[in-house]
């Protein structure tokens, strides 16, 4: 069957053509459900999960979907592991994002700030019409962030969900950890990017175009860094022609499965205190 990635080549028979990974189906899918059955579903303590990916240029070795894939799958693993303890319902993911860091690359397909933030305002908008009063964004995007926590405040004050914005792991250029190697830069289809997609979707990866692109000079600067305390404008060209930042070389399937594994059990974690979070003094 042809498969979102593949490249059509009629000369290519079904037998030759790499086998696809087995896709997962959540039972707590919102989309699947009849709307009273939904209505039925959902209560006040529900957890609304919305997957936000991106399509982008992820360099020569990956595809445009990394971030889409990542988000969906760690999100369905998340839920099915954790959705009926924690009341969790999962949305279809948002595919087109903010991802004009990479516009420069044939292959990204990005929406606008404005675009963006009027597409969640109207998805929350829909998601208040249910018993639900819970939204969390499950991002897979670091281009992504800083909006979304825009958009959440702003969606609180407009319809009085409470809302979350959630990464499987923090990036690294939001202060998270990156492999030593990468010198805390590895931000973009590098080792751990390229390990989760040969765990998840090893079909669509391309380890002999694996690279290193790492702006070592960059290692020098204190402040105005990846993850510094001063925050820089950027597009993913400024730092080498591939548009990859990182070190692909190493990755595994392995790896990532581990790191699979660890990010699933740190969202059930999350999402735990996302189900019963209340500001309110007690």
Known sequence: MFRAGDVWNPAVTTAQRPAPSV????????????????????????????????LEQHGPHLPVATDLITAQSLAELAVEQFGDELDLWLLPPLAYTKSNEHA???????????????????????????PARRLAFLNGHGGNSALLQVAARDIRLETGLRTFTMHPALPADHGGESPADELGMGIHGGLEETSLMLHLRP???????????VPEHLAEYSHVRFG???????????????????????????????????????????????????PTPR
């Open 104 to 130: 420069w690359s044939s292959g990204t397909f990005w929406l606008s700030a404005a675009t963006l933030t009027a597409v969640l305002s109207d998805i929350a908008r829909c998601v208040a019409m249910t």
């Open 203 to 213: 079909e669509l990866v391309d380890m002999t175009q694996a690279d290193r692109w």
């Open 23 to 54: 896709r997962r189906v959540t039972a707590r899918l919102l989309t699947e459900l009849s709307a009273p059955a939904l209505t039925a579903a959902l209560g006040p303590d529900s957890v609304v999960v919305l997957p936000t990916g991106a």
């Open 228 to 278: 510094g305390s001063v925050s820089f404008g950027w597009s993913s060209d400024d730092f080498g022609p591939s548009g990859v930042i990182g070190d692909a070389r190493e990755a595994t399937a392995a790896r990532g499965e581990e790191r699979t594994k660890a990010m699933v059990a740190y969202l059930g974690e999350a999402f735990a205190e996302v189900a019963r979070f209340d």
